[in-house]
């Protein structure tokens, strides 16, 4: 299963308004619980211990859910193209701790342009933007958790 497949899961199971799914496969375990009435989600994945390589064997949290961020004014972002994220995982703007960030405000990007990694179940996966432009604003932290198809940057595309 990849992680497609468990963002699916995951939004299906929210908009279900089960309280508490499971599923199990021959390589893994999902446990996805829900708080009735609005309560905070809590997504959980289990993988088996192996003998070759030591895992934790408590369960582990996938994303915490984050409040959604504040909507800003429609006419004044209008004009920009949102870069949303494509998974759930935690925002760096920098490939290392000692390396630059690899992007600021003000600077212009190209099509195929890394502007942040997001870790996911311990895979650094990199952004690239799908526009060219300037960067205008910059709406997550660095080392925030991010949510499935949340705004991370505003791009002015002319």
Known sequence: MDIREIQNLIKFVSKSGATEVKLEMDDFKI?????????????IQQVPVSAALPQASAPQPVAPTAP???????????????????????????AAPDKPVFVEVGSTIAKGDVLCVIEAMKLFNEIESEVSGKIVK????DSSPVEFDQPLFLVDPS
């Open 31 to 43: 446990t996805i619980k829900t708080a009735p009435e609005g309560g905070e989600t809590t997504y």
């Open 68 to 94: 959604a961020a504040p909507a800003a004014p429609a006419d004044e972002d209008s004009k920009y193209i949102t870069v949303k994220s494509p998974i759930i995982g935690t925002l760096y703007r920098k």
């Open 138 to 141: 910059i709406l997550v932290d």
